[in-house]
């Protein structure tokens, strides 16, 4: 007899949430359910089909569990997962995390009931799970920070070099401006 399966629905950002959820609820359960985390060296192993091992995964699991954060949300496979669960009549359980509440789940994820992963722990037993998500919840919000940073930053220099550019422009005649190299952002024509 094989053993009930969750399987954890997560983004690949999110993979540590993921394997210490699957850590904690295997210690709970005490080995008696197989925990799937597509991101986990023991759920997905190398040389296998990664679609066919998903897959089967989700045809044999007895609920899914959603890690919901607000990167996560945003992202096709949560809902894609989420919704081949519903499918199936699987009971489908959204995680909310990093400040993410069920409140703020988008359709159709705001149809499940959802639960809201708390930092305190409920006894002392438990605290290495919780401070493992908090400092993961730390990390995850730096990175995302950092990136949306780089990419405004980007995005602004460009727009600011082609306004200046535009201005610059607009004040001089044709053959001034061929010799102009937009690249480097310098306006003044070369020696």
């Known amino acids: 007899m094989s053993k009930p399966t969750i399987f954890i629905s997560h983004i690949t950002q999110e993979k540590e949430i993921a394997c210490v959820i699957k850590s904690f ?3 709970k359960f005490l080995g ?11 759920s997905l192993k190398l040389g296998d089909d990664w679609m066919s091992t998903i897959k089967n995964s989700m045809i044999d699991c007895t609920m899914i569990i959603v890690i919901c954060s607000p990167i996560s949300i945003t992202r096709p496979w949560i809902n894609f997962e989420s919704g081949a669960g519903w499918i199936k009549g699987t009971p489908v359980i959204p995680l909310c995390h990093s400040g ?4 703020k789940l988008p359709v159709p994820l705001n149809s499940f009931q959802a639960s809201v992963l708390e930092m305190k722990p409920p006894n002392s037993n438990d605290n ?7 400092e993961f919840e730390s990390v995850i919000e730096k990175s995302a920070i950092s990136k949306h940073t780089i990419f405004i930053n980007n995005l602004l220099s ?4 082609l306004l200046k550019y535009a201005i610059h422009a ?3 005649d044709y053959e001034y401006l ?3 190299d937009l690249n480097n952002g310098n306006l003044e024509k070369p020696p």
């Open 178 to 180: 061929q010799n102009i």
């Open 158 to 161: 460009r727009q600011i070099n």
């Open 100 to 103: 993410l509440s069920p409140g």
């Open 32 to 42: 008696i359910v197989d925990v799937f985390v597509s991101s986990h060296e023991e």
């Open 170 to 172: 607009s004040t001089k």
């Open 128 to 134: 290495s799970f919780f401070l493992a998500i908090s």
């Open 25 to 27: 609820i295997e210690e």
